[in-house]
């Protein structure tokens, strides 16, 4: 079976070659065909090919074991990849709004914008194809990987799928209903970028999160209670503290188990605990447990007071 570098590292590469014919195309295509949302949608398709490296990169420096320095290990590249992934669909979609707009209000002042050719419509429409399909099987092996840093990438595919969607619609309108509508072509343009804005915000406020060492929802806290609680003698689970690093999860929590149980027994029930949260989300998982003995009305139950488990 192949690794999880591995898989990523294959899916990249796969994107960055489709990525590269695209800005090819994209770019010679648009200016024979006399496209700015065309022209606008090639760079989009680079800032694809830019991100693609990124993944590679910090998904490598990601997967570097702990050491002295990292107890916790690199995950954090990954966050950090996304971060980047984000910043570059911002500063794309807001290069497409600005390009767009100024032909928009150059149209109203009378200017004629230049009429798109169907050789554009055509590099739009392979477009929309190519990248649907590198948004597919990238979001699937960023799911088997559980990697944020991929699935963000393959929502980069996507936003530049749904760019050359508009791309097509405002050629398709330029052309066939007449040079009055050559407006259509940066309309399209700047409707796209803001759909490509609301994805690059929620990719940076999702590795926001992340650095900020955000809580796991209460959903996945609560899932994590059930599991310990299946435990014999497990209860009053309290200070619970989850955040994700990179591509796992770590889990901070204090339990009570009976007094009377020896060392022996607390630890192999603790040892228990770990085993099953790490069988549920992965063996990767850095689970630190604080084991107390029961406690009533806010005092210890010393153990001859107890009945045993």
Known sequence: MASRESKIYHVTVLGSVVNILLVIVKLAFGILGRSAAMIADAVHSLSDLITDVIVIVFVKLSNKPQDNDHDYGHGKYETLATAFIGLAL???SVMILYGGAEKIVASFRGEKLPEPGMIALIAALLSVIFKEWCYRFTAKVGRETNSQAVVANAWHHRSDAFSSMGTAL???????LGERWTVLDPIAAVVVSF???KTSL???KQASDELLEKSLPDTV???????AESVPGVSGIHNVRTRRIGNRISIE???????????????RRGTDI???LRQYYGAGTYINLHIEPLKVNGQYVEPQKQQPL
């Open 90 to 92: 911002f500063a794309v």
């Open 170 to 176: 405002g050629i398709g309108g330029a052309i066939f």
């Open 195 to 197: 759909f490509i804005i």
């Open 202 to 204: 929620s990719l940076m």
């Open 221 to 227: 806290e609560s899932k994590i209670k059930q599991i």
């Open 253 to 267: 929590m204090h339990l009570r188990l009976p007094g009377d149980l020896t060392l022996y027994e607390a630890h």
């Open 274 to 276: 770990e085993h099953r």
